[in-house]
């Protein structure tokens, strides 16, 4: 029987007077691909940057195996195993595909900064691990083909996959991808959603996505969780979700 990776339980967030989330409780289960929809300032983000730890939350609790993330720093969280993307890319545009992948793999090494200056054997040995597994990933992502290639040179849609192959080298077991379809087109939502379900078989990946593309959403999530103005008002299958009154409201007010 699956277990539960991530715990969220009564988080509530304040900024002033406005309660961003409101008693925030749902799990995600190992192994399973959630989404997290909502419209437009339901607090879908601000969530993920508590699981980011990039903000503090002043009620509730989140748990990672086991673990309550207000444990560990937020340069701890992507050793810890959670990775994310952004809404934004935050690719760095004049290195390479394969260097902009590496990147992602140094929160797992060990050398410091007087090691890699004097390039003692166990650098060299870490850094060629590192490029092996860099390549994997690209291979994964079918980006073979533009590895060596700036970031800048490539179109929008390969550069969201260049992030989500960066993202997996921290070796995550959950992974946060927000707003992953975002200015693609549709024969890109459809390769995304390709991808996702290979990743998640491939590597054995939980993931968590927060994306306003509907399609894509149900049709690779297990489980669906909904915001409107920071409370959640839905929990579910794609198909229960869909159905929920207060969702339908939600996205198509009061007269649907």
């Not at 054997?121 to 590192?130: A, G, S």
Request: net charge neutral; glycine share 8%; hydrophobic share 45%.
């Amino acid at each position: 029987m699956p277990t539960a990776l991530l715990e969220v339980s009564g988080v509530t967030v304040r900024f002033g007077g406005i309660t961003a989330l409101d008693r925030i409780s749902f799990d995600v289960m190992s192994g399973s691909i959630a989404g997290l929809i909502g419209p437009n300032g339901a607090g879908k983000t601000t969530l993920f940057n508590c699981l980011s730890r990039l903000y503090t939350f002043s009620e509730g609790t989140i748990r990672f195996e086991g673990a309550l993330l207000t444990d560990f720093a937020a340069h701890k969280i992507a050793a810890l195993g959670i990775g994310r993307t952004f809404q934004n890319l935050a690719l760095f545009r004049t290195m390479s595909v394969l260097d902009n992948v590496m990147v992602g793999g140094h929160c797992q090494t060990r050398t410091g900064f007087l090691s890699n200056a004097l390039r003692l054997p166990w650098v060299r040995r870490e850094e060629r691990d590192l490029r092996e597994r860099a390549t994997e990933a690209i291979g994964l992502l079918d980006l073979q083909s533009v590895a060596h290639r700036p970031v800048s040179d490539l179109p929008f849609g390969t550069q969201k996959r260049v992030e989500l192959a960066r993202a997996l080298l921290s070796r995550p077991k959950l992974l946060l991808l927000d707003e992953p379809a975002s200015g693609l087109n549709h024969e890109e939502v459809d390769t995304l959603r390709q991808l996702l379900s290979r990743i998640r078989h491939e590597l054995k990946l939980t993931i968590l996505l927060v994306e306003h593309h509907m399609n894509l959403v149900m049709r690779v999530s297990d489980q669906v969780v909904a915001l409107d103005f920071g409370r959640k008002i839905a929990d579910g299958t794609p198909a229960q979700v869909q159905a929920n009154p207060d969702v339908i409201r939600a996205y198509l007010g009061d007269a649907a």
